[in-house]
């Protein structure tokens, strides 16, 4: 069982930064994809960064030339630096972890941090 253990969520004003990072309990293996997922009030949770082990990312429409995703493949760690933060970011934000078994994909998510932008 993987672990996920985010950090760096807060209040920040509208065009503030905020950089959020996850550590995984188990780094004897390189997790497969890691990221990052927001969920706002009555809304669903969406995607919104994530980076393969080999460095690949792919990101929300919404947040690109805004955020970064970066990773430590050795140990297991990703990290996501916002920029010009915007009160539609407002969100809790969780990290993910997939692992790829036997041809199946597992997801391990964290308990989620709170990110809230004023106006």
């Known amino acids: 069982q993987v672990q996920l253990v985010e950090s760096g969520g807060g209040l920040v004003q509208a065009g503030g930064s905020l950089r959020l990072s996850c550590a995984a309990s188990?780094?004897?293996?390189?997790?497969?994809?890691m990221g990052w997922h927001r969920q706002a009030p009555g809304k669903q949770r969406e995607l919104v960064a994530v980076i393969t082990s080999g460095g690949r990312t792919v990101y929300a429409n919404s947040v690109k030339g805004r955020f970064t995703i970066s990773r430590d493949s050795a140990k297991n760690t990703v990290s996501l630096q916002m920029e010009y933060l915007k009160p539609e970011d407002t969100a809790v934000y969780y990290c993910?972890?997939?692992?790829?078994?036997?041809?199946?994909?597992?997801?391990?998510w964290g308990q989620g941090t709170q990110v809230t932008v004023s106006s």
């Open positions: 993910n972890g997939q692992l790829v078994v036997g041809g199946t994909v597992v997801d391990y």
């Open positions: 188990e780094t004897s293996f390189s997790i497969d994809t």
